[in-house]
């Protein structure tokens, strides 16, 4: 039945780690820094249907001509919530950083190691709904580094548990 389901669902939260819900960094959207928006771009970012939207840091262009370098995106420096663009004054330039800037909302991380139950935890907490997913990677002779592996929110959480995928 759809009620034993769920309280397996909800029972399993304690093996599990945020890295079984997450959505997978290749499908994150996000947008670069550099991005200056048109209002057909406004209406596609619209479309897209997200809420939060990571903006990251465009290092600039490979040596092969103008395409984003992938690393690029693992480098998020802030986020931009769909919301933040009904006031644009269309007299400004509309810079997705500086928009982001304006509100600067809070980029909160959490290792992709995460127990599932913490983190539902976090977001009951109601500080935040969404998490970039790291991971550590180890690196020789240095400091280990936190790499970008995915993005969470509740809504992740609540599909384990009804366990609709
Ligand atoms: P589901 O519960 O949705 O069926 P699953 O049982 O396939 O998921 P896993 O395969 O354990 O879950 O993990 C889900 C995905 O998370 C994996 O495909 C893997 O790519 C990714 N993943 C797991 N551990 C890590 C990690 N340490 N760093 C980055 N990605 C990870
Ligand atoms: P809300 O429902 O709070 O308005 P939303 O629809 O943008 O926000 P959620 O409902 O929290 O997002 O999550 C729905 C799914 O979309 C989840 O699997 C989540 O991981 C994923 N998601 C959220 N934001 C992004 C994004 N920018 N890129 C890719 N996937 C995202």
Do not use: W
């Not at 897209?48 to 480098?75: A, F, Q, V």
């Not at 599932?116 to 709904?129: A, C, S, V």
């Amino acid at each position: 039945s759809d009620e034993f389901k769920m309280v397996l669902g909800a029972l399993e939260l304690y093996d599990k780690t945020v890295a079984h819900a997450m959505t997978r960094y290749e499908d994150i959207f996000m947008l670069p820094d550099t991005l200056n928006l048109s209002a057909d771009m406004v209406t596609q970012i619209l479309e897209m249907g997200y809420t939060r939207i990571p903006i990251y840091e465009k290092k600039g262009l490979d040596d092969d001509g103008g395409r984003i370098n992938s690393k690029d995106r693992k480098n998020v420096i802030a986020l931009l919530f769909v919301k933040d663009l009904a006031l644009l004054d269309p007299a400004d330039s509309h810079n997705v950083m500086k928009i982001a800037s304006i509100y600067n909302h809070e980029v909160r991380r959490v290792l992709v190691d995460m127990p599932l139950r913490n983190m539902l935890e976090e977001f009951k907490r109601g500080e935040y709904h969404m998490a970039l997913v790291e991971r550590l990677v180890e690196q020789e002779d240095k400091d280990p580094i936190y790499e970008l592996c995915g993005l969470i929110t509740l809504e992740d959480i609540i599909e384990e548990i009804i366990q609709c995928e």
